[in-house]
T-cell receptor
Framework: GDSVTQMEGPVTLSEEAFLTINCTYTATGYPSLFWYVQYPGEGLQLLLKATKADDKGSNKGFEATYRKETTSFHLEKGSVQVSDSAVYFCALWAGNDMRFGAGTRLTVKP | KAGVTQTPRYLIKTRGQQVTLSCSPISGHRSVSWYQQTPGQGLQFLFEYFSETQRNKGNFPGRFSGRQFSNSRSEMNVSTLELGDSALYLC???????????FGPGTRLTVT
């Protein structure tokens, strides 16, 4: 079935460092792809989405491009802040439900 | 616009008991989905309701059930609780036909 695989964490970066969290997907069609973020003690927040190949989703300095040829949707940010510390989930919409990756914990140190 | 709300936020139950969790979706959202989040299994889909009908169900035992009311509010019930049911239960709502899901803060269930 449709699924996503994302890089194992945890990831620890210094403030203002460049962030990449890898995500690849397996799907029979071309599902919408998402990144969600979960801050401690909270639910998931939609960070960005892309609905078709070559679409770029962006929000709050984060970006991800839907790459059909590599079946990837990597999350990037040019300069992380301490407030970006959270768990990030890659996900795809399988038509009736959302399929999530295992999550990547990001810690940003001052 | 108010977000998805879930009550209660925290619950402690004893093995063998049953529990009911509640979810109020964003106004205008008629689809409600439930997910279980655990450290070992991650986020797993439980079921989805639309217009008071269960449209889709994940791979969970029959002890997990749900329902949706005419105002789109949803409840999920877990009977005969097991220690392994300890988890964060997340509710998400979306517009009809939409693929963007908006999540509530979750209910943290601890089974002792």
């Amino acid at each position: 079935g449709d699924s996503v695989t994302q890089m194992e964490g945890p990831v620890t970066l210094s403030e203002e460092a460049f962030l990449t969290i890898n995500c690849t997907y397996t799907a029979t069609g071309y599902p919408s792809l998402f990144w969600y973020v979960q801050y401690p003690g909270e639910g998931l927040q939609l960070l960005l989405k892309a609905t078709k190949a070559d679409d770029k989703g962006s929000n709050k300095g984060f970006e991800a491009t839907y790459r059909k040829e590599t079946t990837s949707f990597h999350l990037e940010k040019g300069s992380v802040q301490v407030s970006d510390s959270a768990v990030y989930f890659c996900a795809l919409w399988a038509g009736n439900d959302m399929r999530f990756g295992a999550g990547t914990r990001l810690t940003v140190k001052p | 616009k108010a977000g998805v709300t879930q009550t209660p936020r925290y619950l402690i139950k004893t093995r063998g008991q049953q529990v009911t969790l509640s979810c109020s979706p964003i106004s205008g959202h008629r689809s409600v989905s439930w997910y279980q989040q655990t450290p070992g299994q991650g986020l797993q889909f439980l079921f989805e309701y639309f217009s008071e009908t269960q449209r889709n169900k994940g791979n969970f035992p029959g002890r997990f059930s749900g329902r949706q009311f005419s105002n789109s509010r949803s409840e999920m019930n877990v009977s005969t609780l097991e220690l392994g049911d300890s988890a964060l239960y997340l509710c998400a709502s979306s517009l009809p036909g939409g693929d963007e899901q908006y999540f509530g803060p979750g209910t943290r269930l601890t089974v002792t």
